[in-house]
């Protein structure tokens, strides 16, 4: 099946450097996309050193604000740029834009089993962030994408998300938006 993955930034997140999340079709027959990120949400003052450490590493079956959801394609970029979804009222990040990166041979069910595995997978600021968790996601969809860390630099989602091949997709921002950035 040809399939067409995405990759969606914030680039204010994370201190600035940005916070990636993932989506891709399932079903082009459909028109359905399955669609996620582990927001991995900080919640201590910022001036809490021992809670940025807590948050560097999270252990796995721990909460990374993993979530999921499926739609058209009008319903993944309305959740993504507004990071709220009928499924369910919790806060979700949102994002400014996305990668629209074709996918020739694309493998829908391996891709689902990967981003369901991530809510019970932990994070790591060096080894699992949310750009390990996206190439992850969208390799095993059969996606071509540059590896995190090859170079060090791709580990920042700001960085990885500018190498990306793709066309680029800016995403509307929502009015009734205020949520903290950090």
């Known amino acids: 099946m040809e399939g067409c993955a995405f990759v969606f930034i914030n680039t204010e997140q994370a201190v ?3 916070h990636v999340g993932w989506g891709f079709c399932i079903d082009s027959a459909k028109g359905l996309y399955y669609f996620g990120s582990s927001d991995h949400l900080y919640r201590h003052p910022w001036w809490d050193l021992p809670g940025w450490l807590r948050y560097a590493h999270v252990e796995p079956d721990a909460d990374i604000d ?5 739609g058209t394609y009008e319903e993944m970029t309305s959740v993504m740029s507004s990071g709220q979804s009928a499924v369910d009222q919790r806060y979700r990040i949102w994002y400014h834009m996305a990668k629209e990166i074709p996918v020739p041979a694309a493998r829908p069910q391996p891709a689902v089993a990967a981003a369901q595995a991530l809510a ?4 790591s600021v060096l080894a699992n962030n ?3 968790q996206t190439y992850q996601v969208l390799t095993e ?10 170079p060090v630099t791709n580990l920042i989602p ?3 998300f500018a190498t990306l091949p793709g ?5 509307p921002l929502p009015n009734n938006n205020t ?4």
């Not at 993993?66 to 499926?70: A, R, V």
């Not at 019970?120 to 994070?123: C, K, M, N, T, V």
């Not at 969809?141 to 090859?150: D, S, T």
Request: hydrophobic residues 50%; charged residues 10%.
């Open 158 to 160: 700001r960085l990885w």
């Open 16 to 18: 600035r450097f940005g």
């Open 66 to 70: 993993w979530w999921s959801d499926m």
């Open 120 to 123: 019970g997978g932990g994070w």
């Open 141 to 150: 969809y059969g996606a071509f994408i540059p590896a995190p860390a090859q």
């Open 179 to 182: 949520a903290v950035i950090i």
């Open 167 to 171: 066309r680029q997709v800016n995403l």
């Open 130 to 132: 949310c750009v390990h």
